[in-house]
């Protein structure tokens, strides 16, 4: 290549830019990076520190990884040497492509088209990987699902090179290493490839686009359609629960993926967590494809559903950014992902530049090195940011929005003074899904107040399973006992089947997010047989609470007598109750031999004829109190999770379990307040205890629920619910205590000061 070498000074740094054009007429780049874009970045750099700031990181990464190129035959599982070496191949060799395109310095290129002659030298002679622990299991690595992602960065770094190799070179990599690489991934292994799932939305991303750096249309209708594989049942789902046919839409491949994966709303049927690893390959090929194929018009394709996608995952997180964790979730990832750097990125640059996305971005603290990452970086520059306003939304499931969903409400858009509830009603969610229905978590601005569990896993930690999902995921984390939700007689939802599971969804009955009072409230008909759920959590702020409240009313019906039971996963240090218990102090013994309850232990139960159980405890600083609903016969009883779990795997956390039987009904009442705080530098405790006095159940039945609370000062409010009528315009009538009551829609909260 013929190059004029000229030099530029900015952020610290000297390089080197080229003036010259490239001898080949292809063009390259065409995928995240092309030929005008790299031309608007460099008239443009030294405008936008933070771009700027995020060049100099990437050179200095990338300086220190090109003095040696390591390619090792692949034996490990994730976590282990060789895995992490190849995956730290992927990414260095995707940020060498892209400073080579900036900067022209021609080392970069020459460092990804040596590591890429290293794998094309081993790759023809490599055999499956040895683990051969996966349903799909890659060569590289040990599942395809990381081949995949192999293949997504480094189409990136081939097409950034493109032009500086020779016509051989290009050759040799694509005949021996990627159109290998793509069948490998889409024809050897249909199973993973020609479903509706995150891992084959990897897959059919990998495969598409480095079929359009080599212009092979063939591996680019392979990746939109899928595999041309007849199947006898139109609604065939693997082990995993990833739906291979679904009826009503196209079989396989991505655009598939954006039919089936996405409620219209942008909610992701696998959850926030996976929507944040799966959001990457969704964009890029994206990208790739609105840059070779814009008459697809992909980033518009079903109402611009990619956009929908990136806000439903922005809304699914807490004061701090972390995601809820729903389904199989690893605590603590949050929207500082580099895969939600790009997706904020690249939505700002082209769904309208919304200045709340800068918001994002200035906490992210980094772009992409790219034109969507460059015009983020001007945008905060130029000081266009405008805070986001998380609001309450409820999202809906399932590809047409018809499998329920989860509700989202929160008392405030400014995170310091937020309560947010978390209502999951939504479908099981394919293999990634929990028994968990109508379960909620609850959040202030210091974190977790009620806990979903999120999965038993450790990501790319060796030690624990090579960073695979433990045993124990199945046999607690996915149990619904392990979420804050009715348990009947000791058995998970749909008796912890993923089959049943995913013939059934519960459904929302109502929604109302807005206002001093704020419900979600849904209904499982299915979770059990013969038997009905139905809750409804209440949001309220009052002048007369510190903090706001959340009341909680469930209902369980079947047609025999039954156990019921409720945990309450509350996050902290228990310090009183209003209960005499007696502890466990010596032996403990298991809850039970099944279904998640063999990994707890009982520390301690009681009861009380006081007709509330009140229990008090401490996190992160906060003070916090549930005063429930109980009958003298209600058992109350402490567990903690660890027991049969002799490799500990499990967090030893607690939990508080009200346990209703032999009834065939049972109504669940509690109020959960926020109260006080507790300062370690001065040492004084502000409002420890809680300000209500007392909650009574005054009516409850098929049609309606009456719920009274009083705090300390002895001012009361009263909570009507109706039951079967979701109505917002009809009028209810009920008389309780001599006086008749009469409230317009599903719900009144009556003030009786």
Known sequence: MKTIINFAFYSGIILLLAISVPVFSQDHPNLILTRQGVKNIKASLGKAPLFDKVLAQTI??????????????PKDMAGGYTHERHKRNWFMMQKAGVLYQITDQEKYAVYVRDMLLKYAEMYPSLPLHPTNRSYATGKIFWQCLNDANWLVYTSQAYDCIYNFLTEKERKHLEEDLFRPYADFLSIENPRFFNRIHNHSTWGNAAVGMIGLVMNDKNLVNKALYGLDIESNNKNERDNDGGLIRQDGQKNAGFLAQLDGSFSPDGYFTEGPYYLRYAIFPFLQFA???????PELGILEYRDSILKKAVYSLLYQTDANGLFYPINDAQKGMSWNAREVVTAVDLAYFHYGKDPMLLSIAEKQGKVVLDEA?????????????????????????GPMGKQGGIGILRTSTAPENELCLVMKYSAQGMG???FDKLSYSLYDETGEIMQDYGAARWVNIDQKGGGRYLKENNTWAKQSIAHNTIVINETSHYEGDIRIGEKHHPDLFYFHGSGPVQVVSAKSQNAYPNGELHRTLVLVKEDHFRHPLLIDVFRATTQTNSQFDLPIWFQGHLLLTNFEYDPELTTLNTLGDGHGYQHLWKEASGKTESGNAHINWFSNGKFYSMLSVVDANDELIFARLGANDPDFNLRHDPAFIIRKKDKKDATFISIIEPHGAYNPVSELAEHPFTSIEKISLLHDDTAYTVVQFQNKAGKKWTLFLANDDASKEDTHSIKVN?????????????SNN
């Open 738 to 750: 001599k006086k008749t009551y009469e409230w317009q829609g599903p719900f009144s909260l009556i």
């Open 287 to 293: 990208k790739s494809l609105a840059n070779n194929k």
């Open 373 to 397: 990452g460059f015009a983020v970086a001007k945008g905060l520059a130029d000081g266009l940011a405008q805070t986001m306003r998380q609001k309450s939304i409820a999202y809906t499931d």
């Open 432 to 434: 990634h899904g929990h």
């Open 60 to 73: 200095a990464e990338v300086d220190a990884e090109i003095r040696t190129i390591e390619v090792p035959i």
